[in-house]
C-alpha cells in the first residue's frame, strides 16, 4: 500500500474545477498553471477526448487530506521523492554521511582535550 505522501490526490483547496490539475500539480511539484494550460492543449489537440479522462480522474481520486504535509518544506521533500527516489536517497545519505563525520570530529576533539574521558573509553574497548 502506499504512503499517503506518495499518492496521487485530488486537490480541491486548489481546484478550478474537480482538483485534478491541482492535485497533479501538487504530486509533480509543477505549477498548477502549467499543468492546467497541458491539460487545455492536450484537450484541443485530442479532440475532447482528455475531457471523459479528466472527469473519471475526479471521480475515482480521493481528495487531498486536509494536513497531509506539516509545511512547504514538507511539501517539497515529497515532491522531490515522487519525483526521483533515488536521488532523495542519495541526499539522505550524503547528509547522515556529512552528519556522522561532523560527530566523529566533535568525538575526536572532546576525547583528545580530556585524558580522563580518553582513559575511559580507551578501558571500555
Known sequence: MNSPRT???????????MGVCSGIADYTGVNAIWIRLGMIGLTFMSGG???????????L???????????????????????????????IRGRMRDIDRRLADVETYYVTSNPRLNAEIERLR
Not at 7 to 17: C, E, G, P, S, V
Not at 52 to 58: H, N, Q
Not at 74 to 88: A, D, N
Open 49 to 59: 477526448m482528455t475531457i471523459p479522462f479528466y472527469f473519471i480522474a475526479g471521480l
Open 61 to 91: 481520486l480521493n481528495k487531498k487530506p486536509a494536513h497531509l504535509y506539516v509545511d512547504n518544506e514538507e511539501q517539497k521533500y515529497w515532491q522531490r521523492v515522487r519525483q526521483s527516489p533515488q536521488r532523495t536517497a542519495r541526499e
Open 7 to 17: 499518492t496521487l490526490y485530488r486537490d480541491k483547496q486548489n481546484a478550478k474545477l
